[in-house]
């Protein structure tokens, strides 16, 4: 199993970026998917998180500019971020706890990460 996400790059404040994270692989089902960022530095932090059903849930720095989605036919998770400030720089990763098949466990699988970079 693989998350390969994408998406990042450099954008001016208050620009937007769209963030994609695909999974693949042998999976039986997917359960809650999450986005993290990791600034210089500092520790990982949740930013938006989604559970199959479609339920959300947003660290409180990005209430109201970000938004998180997925297409379950797909396997695939989206960040939309707008507004974007200084402060959301970093590197973003992908999370999703999945099960390969019906009698293997839940298990944790992180994407390699995407840079974002807002910049004037």
């Known amino acids: 199993v693989q998350l390969q996400a994408s998406g990042g790059g450099l954008v001016q404040p208050g620009g937007s970026l769209r963030l994609s994270c695909a999974a693949s692989?042998?999976?039986?089902?997917?359960?809650?998917m999450t986005w993290y960022r990791q600034a210089p530095g500092k520790q990982r932090d949740l930013v938006a998180g989604?559970?199959?059903?479609?339920?959300?849930d947003y660290n409180d720095s990005v209430k109201g500019r970000f938004t998180i989605s997925r297409d379950n036919a797909e396997n695939t998770v989206y960040l939309q971020m707008n507004s974007l400030k200084p402060e959301d720089t970093g590197v973003y990763y992908c999370?999703?706890?999945?099960?390969?098949?019906?009698?293997?466990?839940?298990?944790?699988?992180w994407g390699q990460g995407t840079q974002v970079t807002v910049s004037s």
């Open positions: 989604i559970t199959t059903g479609g339920s959300t």
């Open positions: 999370n999703a706890g999945l099960k390969r098949s019906r009698w293997t466990p839940v298990e944790a699988y």
């Open positions: 692989g042998t999976i039986f089902r997917i359960n809650d």
